[in-house]
Every structure is written in C-alpha cells, then in structure tokens.
C-alpha cells in the first residue's frame, strides 16, 4: 500500500508494508541517489517483518517529483519529520518506532532522532565521510544520538567505518558501501537489533 504525505518541500510517498499485530515499526529512508527499492531495503524490510514489526518506506518529496540530485539536509530533515509525524498518527499509531534509513537517509534519521522520538536508529552503509576525505567526518551526527543505534556496514565500504561507542553497535559485513555481499548477515543484524530495541 503507498500512500501520498504532504510535507513543506512537496509530497512524500510512504511505502506501507504493515504486519498485523505488530507492536513496532521500522521506517526507512533511502540513499541520496536511490530509491526504496534498493537491495539492503529490501533485505532489511523481510528481517524486520520476521521480527513482527511493520516498516514503512520513505520517498523523499525529490524523489517523488522525478529530481535526481538531493534536496539539502534541511529540505530532508523536515520532510521526513513531517512524514514520521503523520504515520504515528495514523497507520503507525501507538507502536514504537525505529527510524532509519541507506547511507543519506540514515544520516537524516540520525539527525532527526530527537525530533521524531525513534526508539533506535538503523543505519545501513552510514557515509561517515566523502570518499578519500576522512577529515570531512560526519560523526557528530551519530553522536548526537540518544537511542540505541544499529550501524550495519560493508568492510571495504570507501564511505569509512564508523567508531563503535556505548549505546552504538557496528556490524561489519562482507563487501562495499551497496551491501548487496552478505544479505543473510545483513538480515540477522537487523532482526537481532529490532528484536532487542
């Protein structure tokens, strides 16, 4: 089921895939230059679905007017706070939600942690920098977390390796920054994660 939220930068859609029952939801966002249909989504939405939770899958209001190239972090930040604010008053009501994202929608879910109230935060191939400028970190936003933290990161990823620290668990897997090399160690870091959170 899709459904069409405004936001302030225009619609978002939310790609509904609900378990009945469920007590949790996982909502994820997708990479800059990708679209919810990208493989570690794909995986991470059956692992959380063999854990009885629900997930719902964001399309940044870019993505759904057709752009290629992201909106700045700001633009993302308010869209996806807009879009978390109207799933938990509606299809998501009363369940505790897990926020997250691939890559720069895991930045955004990091960022917005606080202000969507996630209970955890997932993020897969997390860009801890531009390739080959480690000194350009971006891991303030992690440490700005507050929640538990799931990092689910490919070994030769050339976006770096995020630090492990209290309350933020680093699983590495075979292969690069897609994690397309390990979809059963992928599966069981995020089933084990959602099972905990």
Known sequence: MIEELDTPHGPARAHLHLVDGASAALVLGHGAGGGVSAPDLKTATQAAHEAGVSVVLVEQPYRVAGRKSAAPAPQLDAAWTAVLEQL????LEGLKVVTGGRSSGARVACRTAAATGASGVLCLAFPLHPPGRPEKTRLAELEAVEVPVLIVQGESDPFGMPPEAPGRAVVR?????????????????????????
């Not at 938990?88 to 299809?91: A, V």
């Not at 075979?174 to 090399?181: D, E, P, T």
């Open 88 to 91: 938990r008053g509606g299809p």
């Open 173 to 197: 897997l075979r292969g690069n920054h897609g994690l397309k090399s390990d979809a059963p160690g992928l599966r069981a870091a995020v089933r084990d994660f959602l099972t905990g959170a």
